[in-house]
């Protein structure tokens, strides 16, 4: 398909209606669900001493956090209400527990949306080229400890909008970037509400002791917030997604800096985040209930622009952290390419030469 065939209003017009209808009740009905597992597997974890069922467990417990995040991801798009109060209520439940700024975050979300794909306005995991990939970086993402760091990182503020400041990007102060079109109730209320968990997670502390709250609370909070780097990183991070200079970069392109993965059983349990994500960006106002019908309304049309991996996602995973350290000019676009000599997609070095001509 020539490039300027593809529309928006094309694709939008492939996708049924039913599935731009928000079900407030169906969205609550998996909120509810996802209380109820996280309850369950307190219950067991309460109820038993033997390592090998503790761990599997809070592994669990961590991944219903993430999932009800995505929830919470959907209210943010006003995806999860009719209303805004409710999604507005919907983001605080959620969002609440995990100690994120619902609307804070809401904010800095909207401006990852904005800019997918672009080389300078980028919100999360923004490719560099070679000569920007210093020591600092190259520790964070050649070894993966990016995903044990990356998230709280991003919530204090040391982000990719302005100056990697905690002051000017934090999502905790309302003197922050994300903040700067006025302070409202409802952003107020989003600190407040991760004020009062944080409050009862100290209380439960002095109560039970540290250890407790170790094993019960920072355990699957870890796991929670690897899960949300991990499959933000392998959401637009591949080999074969590109990234664009102001100059070729478009709202549609930068959607399609996309590549659905596949999650094993955790596509269902995450409710389909990361295995249908490029409908996502490019519909974000679709629930997650309806992300599948929508993905494959829209294949057809999208032809190969359609990026998706059919390989368990922790060997594309592997396969990042190999090949994607920057990104080279490439015919009005930019590549991932790695500094391994063995990797297929070896980059220009002090030995291949400059960079060619933009």
Known sequence: MAEDSLTLDRLKAAIPAKCFNVNPLRAWAYLVFDFACIIICYFVLANTSVWYIEWPVIFLIGTFCWSLFVLGHDAGHGAFAKTKIGNTIAGLITHGPLLVPFRGWQRSHALHHAGTGHFDREEVFRACRLEDDRLFRKILFRSGIFLFLGWPMYKLGFRNIGTYSPISGSHYL????????GIHWSWLASIAVNAVFL?????????????????????????????????????HVSEEVPVYTAKDWTFLKGALCSVDRYY???????HNTGNYHVVHHLFPKIPHYHLKEATEAIKPVLGERYLKSDRFVVFDFVRSLIACHFVEPDDGREVYKSEYAFAANQGRSAKTGPAPAE
Do not use: C, D, E, H
């Open 264 to 270: 094993g059983p955790f596509n269902w349990l995450t």
């Open 174 to 181: 309302t003197t922050s970037q994300l903040y700067n079109r």
């Open 199 to 235: 409050g009862i997670y100290i209380a439960l502390g002095f109560a039970y002791g540290w250890g407790f709250v170790a094993k019960y609370i920072l355990a699957p909070y870890l796991i929670y917030g690897v899960w949300l780097t991990f499959m933000t990183w392998m959401q």
